[in-house]
T-cell receptor, first 114, second 112 residues
Framework: DTAVSQTPKYLVTQMGNDKSIKCEQN?????MYWYKQDSKKFLKIMFSYNNKELIINETVPNRFSPKSPDKAHLNLHINSLELGDSAVYFC?????????????FGSGTRLTVV | SQQGEEDPQALSIQEGENATMNCSYK?????LQWYRQNSGRGLVHLILIRSNEREKHSGRLRVTLDTSKKSSSLLITASRAADTASYFC????????????FGRGTSLIVHP
């Protein structure tokens, strides 16, 4: 029944590794997002996809690569992980008509790089 | 990109009291949204108020928007311990983007 589901919930990995976070939504929304929340709870948009197409790509290192195989899925792959990548990553989705609707967030993936 | 700023950063009250949180922003917006985040969980959308609206209600929540002052407030009436969470405002500028930009949140603790 989960509307936006992310896996894994926790991820602990060593510096230099490559890891992926998966996200799926069953709401029929057109648009999906990745946000990063730092230790001070600041939420920053990273990417936005609409119907599998990238529409927003904020200033994010190119070690981060989103992939959207279809409009219900948006995965995040991170290469060569660094200590500063430790954060909570949230996937979210919304209808395309975002002027009128809020976002639905997943429960987050807590990434710890050691 | 513009960012909402919540005030206060932390708020501690007793059950039954009202809680008021404020959000200020810098440039004109299309809409403003409030979200709740319980510890270790994702954000839950509470209310979206458009720039041409002044007030919206949802259950015990009341949101006001003053575009002349570039500010919004979230009032939770008759608070409960279960309202303990962080509350974020997010502003969307429109112009084809509408990507909400979040503040750092207000941490609310409601004591039983």
């Amino acid at each position: 029944d989960t509307a936006v589901s992310q896996t894994p919930k926790y991820l602990v990995t060593q510096m230099g590794n490559d890891k992926s976070i998966k996200c799926e939504q069953n709401l029929g929304h057109d648009t999906m997002y990745w946000y990063k929340q730092d230790s001070k709870k600041f939420l920053k948009i990273m990417f936005s996809y609409n119907n599998k197409e990238l529409i927003i790509n904020e200033t994010v290192p190119n070690r981060f690569s989103p992939k959207s195989p279809d409009k219900a899925h948006l995965n995040l792959h991170i290469n060569s992980l660094e200590l500063g990548d430790s954060a909570v990553y949230f996937c979210a989705s919304s209808p395309w008509d975002r002027a009128y609707y809020g976002y639905t967030f997943g429960s987050g993936t807590r990434l710890t790089v050691v | 990109s513009q960012q909402g700023e919540e005030d206060p950063q932390a708020l501690s009250i007793q059950e039954g009291e009202n809680a008021t949180m404020n959000c200020s922003y810098k440039t004109s917006i299309n809409n403003l949204q409030w979200y709740r985040q319980n510890s270790g969980r994702g954000l839950v959308h509470l209310i979206l108020i458009r720039s041409n609206e002044r007030e919206k209600h949802s259950g015990r929540l009341r949101v006001t928007l003053d575009t002349s002052k570039k500010s919004s407030s979230l009032l939770i009436t008759a608070s409960r311990a279960a309202d303990t969470a962080s509350y974020f405002c997010a502003t969307s500028q429109g112009g084809g983007s509408y990507i909400p930009t979040f503040g750092r949140g207000t941490s609310l603790i409601v004591h039983p």
